[in-house]
């Protein structure tokens, strides 16, 4: 009785935060959907007509499109290889008897608490300016010719400074998971005389290799939506060359009031983003079972 | 012999370990440090870690000739509000998860993922125009509302593990005590649990501070919190350094401290548990 009891009770207890969830997926990707079937423009009143996907397919064939398309996959690839390589690096330093090491974890971690505004405007102006920025200062210093980071390689900027903010972040959850690595298998291994790359190649990397995937996806999730970072450094240019896909949809949607060709590029991101997400689940419902 | 090598690569990791992290960390000391020059030793030719006149001026300004305590007071009620209101539903939702399984529960928990997984690019338009319709543009409320439902699944998600980790033989023991399910989760379930859902808390009120999708298309002067005032700073104030530079410390500070707190819960909820 009391187990019934309790069972409906618990039910109840859901029930809001799946209500409230289901509302908030469910019905503004309705919205989405339905949006980019029309043609719709908040500038022009009244003319809302069923176009099929023709919303689609001007987003789709738009060079812009394969523009940000491009600049997303460096992106996001680029941000992975720089916080992975790197992430694993810091982690094996960090895991070795160190002086201090609860400081360095600390100066580490910083950068991941930095509201994305912050630093891309601190990364712009103080580091990356081509006359008062202190990289700037530092070429003339060295002999040469400063580089306009943001006219010459926008893109690459952009991940350089969203490289930053991630590092932190993997090289956390790759310290995590090297510190429960059976310490027993390295002793055995120096015994046996394996150097340290062996032991790298051999015993470190795959016990690191399912964080590494969780790293992998997880920034992915977050990496595909990038958005301030361009807003306050480049607004996606010059021209399109560091506009993502996010970026293009946000103009498209609010600059040019084209919300039916915003929706059909929100689609097209809710599609991608669904990709990287299936295996993310079966990663973490794997973990659930085990 | 042995011990004399020891000590030396402790030695050279450590010089190495604090070369590297110094050098991640520059970026926020040489903003620390900015914020205390003039605008003209900001962007001297002959940049200089402490040797300058230090000064609080740019404090000053910064709070004197904007409204930057306004934009602070809606950082502070949208992270705590939304944390806040988040908690009261992710909580019960949680707890019933953890102690009521049913067979259903694991697929609630990834389809509760799930939806954290969906970029708001995919439901840009329809907030907004739902948001203009509501009146809920540029408004505290707007963004919390936003906030607590971006944040819920990694809410339920994190208390869920704490709660999976509390015995389930102290609640039934007050069970067989009579205690009813209120007192249950009130003076048995939450002081257990206290230490994990004040970690959640904190990592959502992080979280929510930083957030700079919604915030930044949501609102405009009313109810811009730091993330969106900042944003303003990109031309042509950002030629001012020293300003932008006290603007952001402070911005930043408040929440550097919080975070170095919740180290080790950042793992946990950030890495959906993929990673203990």
């Given at each position: 009785m009391a187990t019934t009891n309790s069972r409906t009770l618990a039910r109840f207890m859901l029930l809001p935060s799946v209500i409230l969830l289901l509302a908030w997926m469910i019905v503004p990707l309705c919205m989405t959907l339905y949006f980019s079937f029309i043609d719709y423009?908040?500038?022009?009143?009244?003319?809302?007509?069923f176009v099929g996907f023709l919303n689609y397919e001007f987003f789709l064939t738009d060079p812009a499109f394969f523009e940000s398309f491009f600049n997303t996959l460096y992106l996001v690839t680029g941000v992975l290889l720089i916080t992975i390589c790197g992430g694993i690096g810091l982690a094996i330093l960090l895991d070795q008897a160190i002086w201090g090491r609860n400081y360095v974890r600390i100066m580490v971690l910083a950068?991941?608490?930095?509201?994305p505004t912050v630093s891309a405007l601190v990364w712009k102006n103080?580091?990356?300016?081509?006359?008062?920025g202190l990289f700037a200062h530092f070429a003339i210093w060295l002999g040469f010719e400063p580089i306009d980071f943001f006219a010459q390689m926008p893109l690459f900027s952009i991940i350089i400074i969203v490289s930053w903010q991630w590092l932190p972040f993997a090289a956390l959850i790759l310290l995590t998971a090297i510190q429960s690595l059976d310490r027993e298998q390295l002793e055995a291994a120096d015994l046996d005389g394996a150097g340290p790359f062996s032991k790298f190649f051999y015993i470190v990397l795959p016990h690191l290799s399912r964080a590494v995937t969780a790293v992998i996806l997880i920034e992915t999730i977050f990496l595909l939506s990038i958005f301030a970072e361009i807003l306050v450094t480049t607004s996606g240019g010059p021209g399109y060359s560091s506009t993502n896909i996010t970026y293009l949809i946000y103009t498209q949607s609010?600059?040019?009031?084209?919300v039916g060709g915003g929706s059909a590029g929100g689609i097209v991101a809710v599609i991608i983003a669904n990709i990287v997400a299936i295996f993310l689940m079966r990663l973490i419902g794997k973990n659930l079972e085990g | 012999m042995t011990i004399k090598n020891s000590r030396r690569s402790k030695l050279i990791y450590t010089i190495a370990a604090w070369t590297i992290s110094g050098m991640i960390f520059f970026p926020i000391l040489w903003t620390l440090i900015t914020s205390f020059k003039t605008e003209a030793e900001a962007i001297s030719?002959?940049?200089?870690l402490y040797a300058f006149d230090w000064t609080l001026e740019n404090y000053r300004d910064v709070l004197s000739r904007s409204p930057y305590f306004n934009h602070f007071w809606n950082s502070v009620v949208i992270s705590l509000g939304s944390s806040l209101l988040g908690l009261l539903i992710a909580v019960p939702a949680a707890w019933s998860m953890a102690f009521v399984q049913t067979k259903k529960t694991k697929h609630l928990l990834m389809w509760m993922l799930s939806t954290k997984m969906l970029p708001p690019v995919g439901v840009l338009i329809p907030i907004y125009l739902l948001f203009r319709d509501f009146a809920l543009l540029d408004t505290k409320l707007g963004l919390v509302i936003v906030m607590t439902l971006i944040n819920l699944p990694i809410m339920v998600w994190m208390l869920y593990t704490y709660f999976r980790e509390i015995p389930n033989e102290i609640l039934e023991a007050s069970r067989m005590d009579g205690a009813t399910i209120g007192e249950e989760i009130f003076h048995v379930l939450l002081p257990i649990a206290l230490p994990g859902i004040a970690s959640t808390l904190l990592l959502n009120v992080i979280l929510s501070w930083n957030e700079a999708f919604w915030t930044l298309i949501l609102t405009a002067a009313n109810a811009a919190p730091l993330t969106a005032f900042i944003a303003s700073y990109s031309s042509p104030e950002g030629l001012f350094y020293a300003k932008l530079s006290a603007a952001s410390a402070m911005a930043i500070v408040p929440i550097l401290i919080l975070g170095w707190f919740s180290q080790k819960q950042l793992v946990r909820g950030l890495s959906f548990g993929a990673v203990k």
């Open positions: 423009n908040l500038l022009v009143p009244g003319d809302k007509e950068p991941f608490f930095v509201m103080m580091l990356m300016n081509p006359v008062n609010l600059l040019q009031f084209d | 030719a002959s940049p200089s």
